[in-house]
């Protein structure tokens, strides 16, 4: 979770496809590359030798100032290589985020088109100076390649001319010894740019492998067990938590919940209510301090066996790019069609699709653009019916739906809450209420916790945010009106 809070979609796709490809296209083909030239050039020195040994090492003598340099010329590309990727990221990153959906809405509200653009325009600038940079970088490489290529027939003309005048040599053995010699720089030449290709490629080597290395922050034990089926007894033990070295989130919360118990989480925005859901599926690990589930460490057990058992409608829902069935589906992979309905009508959502010209078979576009924010809510809900999950966490899973379809929705879920543990992150009084505990968050600690007659006659941080907040059904943070509680809703 760090590493995707942090790293860059663009930079993790430059890494797993421009910098794997730049390796292909190195090693495909440079392996019968390097055996054929290798031939050649052990054939072309054996005859040479076997010609006159004495020309032979004068021809040889030019060799090493071919090879020197290419250390050289490999590390500097392999410089330049490196930054161009990282450029490359830095392009695709921007393409990612102004291209996308919620980007490219930004962006005309905020009329950045042209900022945009420009920005893109510099970026790419500046990765073709890079790459024109890069294959410029060999060339007085190959410059003084060509020079000693030349001289060194030429020295050959000179020492073979003497051996002529001593008549220790043929006209024709000069010929044809310099004709041969230059199928020996050949191959040298070429061996000598297929160590700068592999020297550069390690550039990307180590951008790959920087992933690969890395080391998974949330792992299983090496004797985890599969968590049996939950009863749903939850329990955190003075759990602290930090997102980053400088600011502790969480501090020393303890509170433990009985099976099938709804717990509602409620404090100021900020106060750490989602975090505290989100270190129960692990999706971070506690700082310090212990959570267990019927009595067992999460980190004692397996991920998957876990993670399996716990739903969670997050406060903001992602929804892939496919259809209403490819999303349920995602859920429970099995699932039959009478399954499907029966999940979303409890979500209170399939009497919408049924408007739909293709029903489930409808696209929902990126992120789930094409639904409502109430809609979307609910194809989340339906996901997690369908999981049948033992834990159950609903972070403001019903904020964008209005009283009515909130309260059926509440009415739909009550059997399913019933028989399993929940969490609840809410601003309605008619959930807090319903709640077997109520746990006040501020500023990552618990302020206070009970039944919603203990704390309100406590007087103190809940009856400030029932009177501001639950009362009304007004969002404490905004200080704005919200809707308000209709009568059938509070009926229902
Ligand atoms: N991934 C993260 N990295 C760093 N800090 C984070 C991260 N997620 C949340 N925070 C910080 O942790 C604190 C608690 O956030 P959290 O999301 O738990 O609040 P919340 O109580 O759910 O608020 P809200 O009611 O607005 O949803 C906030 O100050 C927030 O800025
Ligand atoms: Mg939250």
């Avoid at 600038?125 to 390649?145: D, Y």
């Avoid at 509170?255 to 975090?275: D, I, N, R, W, Y």
């Avoid at 696209?363 to 979307?376: A, D, F, P, Q, T």
Wanted: hydrophobic share 45%; charged share 20%; net charge neutral.
């Amino acid at each position: 979770m760090h590493f995707f809070s942090t790293v860059k979609p663009g930079e993790i796709i430059t890494r797993l496809t421009s910098d794997a490809e730049g390796i292909r296209s190195v090693f495909s083909g440079t392996i019968v590359s390097i055996l054929q030239n290798v031939l050649i050039l052990l054939s072309t020195a054996l005859a040479l030798f076997s010609m006159n040994w004495q020309l032979a090492l004068v021809g040889m003598f030019v060799i090493p100032s071919f090879i020197f340099p290419t250390r050289k010329v490999g590390k500097v590309r392999w410089r330049i290589a490196a930054e161009t990727q990282k450029k490359a990221a830095e392009l695709n990153e921007l393409i990612q985020e102004t291209l996308s959906i919620s980007g490219s809405t930004l962006i005309k509200i905020f009329t950045k088109e042209k900022t945009a653009y420009e920005n893109f325009a510099k970026v790419n600038r500046e990765v073709t100076a890079l790459h024109i940079k890069e294959s410029l970088a060999g060339r007085w490489f190959r410059m003084v390649v060509q020079i000693f290529t030349s001289i060194g027939p030429l020295i050959i003309y000179f020492y073979g001319g003497y051996l002529f005048i001593k008549d220790e040599i043929t006209i024709g053995a000069i010929i044809a010894f310099v004709t041969m010699l230059n199928r020996l720089y050949g191959p040298v030449s070429r061996l000598s740019n297929i160590h700068i290709d592999v020297t550069r490629s390690l550039a990307l080597f180590e951008r790959i492998f920087d992933y690969l290395d890395m080391k998974h922050e949330i792992t299983e034990a090496p004797n985890a067990f599969p968590l049996p089926p939950l009863k749903g007894r939850v329990e955190f033990k003075n759990v602290s938590f930090a997102y980053t070295d400088r600011q502790e989130t969480l501090k020393k919360v303890s509170f433990s919940v009985e099976p099938g118990q709804m717990v509602a989480l409620v404090g100021p925005s900020g106060a750490g209510k989602t975090t505290i859901t989100n270190l129960i599926p692990r999706l971070y690990d506690v700082t310090a301090g212990q959570i267990l589930i019927d009595g067992i460490d999460l980190r004692a057990v397996t991920l998957e066996s876990l993670r399996s058992q716990i739903g969670i409608v997050m406060q903001d829902p992602y929804i892939f790019n496919g259809t209403i069935r490819q999303n349920l589906l995602f859920a429970k992979p099995d699932a039959t069609e009478a399954e499907l309905v029966a999940a979303c009508q409890a979500a209170y959502l399939h009497e919408f699709i049924q408007t739909l010209p293709e029903g489930y078979d409808t696209l929902v576009g990126n992120r789930g653009i094409k639904l409502s924010g109430g809609e979307k809510q609910r194809l989340s809900l339906a996901q997690m019916i369908l999981k049948e999950p033992r834990i159950i966490i609903l972070d403001e899973a019903t904020s964008a739906l209005d009283s009515v379809s909130e309260a059926l929705i509440q009415k739909a879920l009550a059997p399913l809450l019933k028989t399993r543990t929940s969490f609840v992150i809410a601003h309605r009084l008619s959930t807090i209420i319903a709640a077997d505990l109520i746990l006040v968050i501020n500023h990552g600690e618990v302020v206070e916790a009970g039944k919603h007659e203990e704390l309100l006659q406590a007087n103190t941080l809940y009856k400030e945010l029932y009177d501001k907040q639950f009362k009304t059904g007004q969002k404490f943070q905004f200080g704005v009106p919200g809707r308000e509680e209709t009568a059938e809703a509070e009926e229902l």
